[in-house]
């Protein structure tokens, strides 16, 4: 998988559950259709809270709407219900199947993210045969730990290019600018969630659609 530059990476808020199912998943699709509008490429559906079933519903849904677009839906952790539902790829935390197994067992062109949080994980991730690697938390951000800082994105991205590197964690308006000078691209929960910001990073021609 090759990607233009920057690699925006949309990540879902991760609050919907069984019982506000009817009203957030309405959220979460409307934000679908933002990012297919704003020519976001890469959109993670990462809701851990609900069961497989729902997770693969919602997923075939936003499939729907990104079909014939730009914009590439990816699962977190379950490779099978996004094979299912025709997701585009997956995104592997480190209690998931390597991305090894995943790109020997399933197709060619499925996406492989996986999320790193240091040099090793970052290249493992590279020699398994993943796609990209979001590298966190870089800022500061809600119950993800104490920050790597900008200095440890430099090295990765040195020591590791051209295998794509996202930055993730704490990214917004504020340092987004510079996270860029740095890494391929940034994913962002709170920053991406939000039709206005999506807007305005559109306004300034940041979005560049993915390639193959």
């Known amino acids: 998988m090759k990607f233009s530059k920057p690699i925006i990476y949309l990540i879902s808020d991760g609050t ?16 679908v259709e933002f990012a297919v509008e704003f020519k976001i490429p890469l959109i993670q559906f990462r809701e851990k809270s609900l069961p497989a079933k729902f997770v693969f519903e919602l997923t075939a849904q936003a499939v729907q709407l990104t079909k014939n677009s730009k914009t ?24 998931s199947v390597s991305a090894k197994i995943i790109r020997q067992n399933f197709p060619k062109d499925f996406i492989i993210g996986v999320s790193a949080h240091s040099l090793e994980n970052a290249l493992k991730a590279k020699n398994d045969g993943a796609d990209f ?5 870089i800022f500061a951000s809600p119950n993800k730990g104490t920050p790597v800082g900008l200095e440890s994105l430099k090295t990765v991205c040195e020591k590791i290019k051209p295998f794509p590197i996202i930055a993730l964690g704490g990214i917004d308006e504020t ?16 920053f991406l969630n939000n039709a206005e910001n999506l807007r305005k990073l559109k306004d300034e ?4 659609n993915c390639r193959r």
């Open 133 to 137: 690697a979001t590298f966190s938390p």
């Open 16 to 31: 919907i559950t069984v019982q506000n199912f009817s009203q957030k998943s309405v959220k979460f699709l409307q934000i």
């Open 72 to 95: 590439k839906i990816l699962i977190n952790d379950r490779a099978d219900i996004a094979l299912a539902a025709k997701a585009n790829g997956v995104h592997l935390t480190s209690n």
């Open 175 to 190: 340092n987004y600018d510079e996270v860029l000078q740095i890494a391929d691209g940034f994913a962002a929960i709170r």
């Open 205 to 208: 021609n940041l979005f560049i």
